[in-house]
């Protein structure tokens, strides 16, 4: 095996080691979300994986009301690398609280 083709098999390897699971994927996401808005993340509601990394839908308190079954929600979709480092995020969603599917 040449050098060449050691160091490209080994850097596979490093970055299939590097890849970060879902629960870890899911607590990043909210952290990371939760750093730029300025607001703690009310849920995770989903996490997938993808070919870059991970995609999660972060629930998120907007407005805060009294009763709290009327304060609003977002949605966010939160898109991180392989490592578990924000990408992206977008608001997808935003409706009261006490909706129900």
Known sequence: ?????????????DSKR?????????????EQLSGLLGSEPDSVSAIKKTDDGWTAAVEVV??????DTSSV???YRVDLDGEGELTG?????????????
């Open 1 to 13: 095996m040449t050098n060449s083709e050691s160091d490209s098999s080994r850097n596979r390897s």
């Open 18 to 30: 590097k890849r970060i699971a879902a629960p870890e994927a899911m607590r990043r996401a909210a």
């Open 62 to 67: 907007e407005i805060e009301r009294i009763p």
């Open 73 to 75: 929600m977002a949605s």
């Open 89 to 101: 995020y977008e608001r997808v969603q935003r409706y009261p609280r006490g909706r129900v599917d």
